[in-house]
């Protein structure tokens, strides 16, 4: 007798007495190995308390509740049948591959339009910066990507509080 045999003798008497055989079988096994004695000692006195205790009655709805679980496991291969119709047809690989390219496909506009949009906005920051009537030296010009942050950080609230570019640039000079 092996370990897993005593374990299954222990599990057997969670269920049922012991047979005759089967009980000899665990002296033998006793015998040999003295450091599981405790273990079976704690174990059958531990079965014989809950022997002891008694039968839980069945609740008077009983088979009212075993139908109704009967019923819902019924219902919900039902559901689970359709769903996995739908699944399979979603998850060809045809289906997937368009997924794919459908989603590069956006992605890429995406980024080219908003590519196209930080040109569009520099073109606008250039032909302001055209329009100040004298051109400031480069070393003004060396703070014009912070001067040019700033203006997009301006408060939404009071026009009055906001400084446009032009008037930043006549600060510095």
Request: net charge negative.
């Amino acid at each position: 007798m092996n370990d897993s045999d005593f374990q299954k003798l222990l599990e057997t008497r969670w269920r049922r007495e012991l047979t005759p055989e089967e009980t000899a079988w665990s002296q033998v096994y006793l015998d040999q190995h003295e450091e599981a004695r405790a273990l079976w000692q704690s174990e059958m006195d531990l079965s014989q308390l809950l022997d002891h205790l008694p039968t839980p009655a069945l609740s008077s709805n009983f088979t009212a509740q075993v139908l109704r679980s009967v019923s819902l496991d019924q219902a919900g291969q039902a559901v689970s049948s359709s769903q996995s119709r739908w699944w399979r047809w979603l998850s060809r690989p045809w289906l997937k591959v368009g997924w794919a390219a459908g989603l590069l496909l956006l992605g890429s506009a995406v980024w080219f339009e908003h590519r196209h949009q930080n040109q569009e906005d520099m073109a606008k920051d250039l032909a302001k910066l055209q329009s100040v009537p004298s051109f400031p030296s480069a070393d003004v010009l060396q703070d014009f990507e912070v001067i040019q942050q700033f203006s997009k950080l301006a408060p939404h609230g009071n026009p009055a509080d906001t400084m446009s570019d032009a008037d930043l640039l006549a600060a510095l000079q």
